[in-house]
């Protein structure tokens, strides 16, 4: 089985512009998750699909950010428009869903420079 | 509200020495802990977990975690630590009333030197 995975895996934007961040999570998982990962904030949840429907919108991140499952392999986090202090590591993560002690399976990151 | 507390945010050992990094947690009800490890430029990856049972919990790559709950603690711990040992461990949990997510610490990132 393939892990979770994540592309770009970097990706260089300027101030206002919309980029789109792309997540596969491992086949099966009906959970997804994004964070993203700074080095002052740590990992931060910014949304939670549960067999597509969303859970938890990330509260905070609302207003830019929009997370999306459009079918139960993919996903994607679009961002709009970019700002500098957006620049981190993105992370997508699956899990069986089944209950509070799955596993989550990381993919390797998507990091993003907002210039 | 589930918290989740790392007190070190850098510990530095030799290869072969044991090591034990620190989580506490704050949580009123049932809960799941776990840990995870992140290497440099990846995503993280599971190590072990704890609901119940044998509070010592046994892992990959010869780590174990002991839960104990009038500490409320999860410290994880490995006897003889090699250099690809390094790398940032996070503590997380997850509550019952809450399925699914879970709420990261910090992070401690654990340097072995040869």
């Known amino acids: 089985d393939a892990g979770v995975t994540q592309t770009p895996r970097h990706e260089v934007a300027e101030k206002g512009q919309t980029i789109i961040l792309k997540c596969e999570p491992v086949?099966?998982?009906?959970?997804l998750f994004w964070y993203r990962q700074t080095k002052i904030q740590g990992l931060e949840l910014l949304s939670y699909?549960?067999?597509?429907?969303?859970?938890?919108d990330g509260g905070a991140f609302k207003d830019r950010f929009k997370a999306e499952m459009l079918n139960s392999s993919f996903s994607t986090l679009k961002i709009q428009p970019t700002e500098p202090k957006d620049s981190a590591v993105y992370l997508c993560?699956?899990?069986?869903?089944?209950?509070?002690?799955?596993?989550?399976?990381f993919g390797p990151g998507t990091r993003l420079l907002v210039l | 509200t589930q918290t989740v507390s790392q007190s070190d945010a850098h510990v530095t050992v030799f290869e072969g020495d044991s090591v034990e990094l620190r989580c506490n947690y704050s949580?009123?009800?049932?809960?799941?802990l776990s840990w995870y490890i992140q290497h440099h430029g990846r995503g993280l990856q599971f190590l072990l977990k704890?609901?119940?049972?044998?509070?010592v919990v046994q892992g990959v790559n010869g780590f174990k975690a002991e839960f104990s709950k009038s500490d409320s603690s999860f410290h994880l711990r490995k006897a003889s630590v090699h250099w690809s040992d390094s790398a940032v461990y996070f503590c997380?949990?997850?509550?019952?009333?809450?399925?699914?997510?879970?709420?990261f610490g910090r992070g401690t990132r654990l340097q072995v030197y040869a």
């Open positions: 993560a699956s899990s069986l869903g089944t209950g509070g002690q799955d596993t989550q399976y």
């Open positions: 086949s099966g998982h009906n959970d």
């Open positions: 699909f549960r067999s597509k429907s969303l859970m938890e």
């Open positions: 949580y009123g009800g049932s809960i799941y």
């Open positions: 704890y609901y119940s049972g044998n509070p």
């Open positions: 997380a949990v997850s509550g019952t009333q809450v399925v699914g997510q879970l709420t």
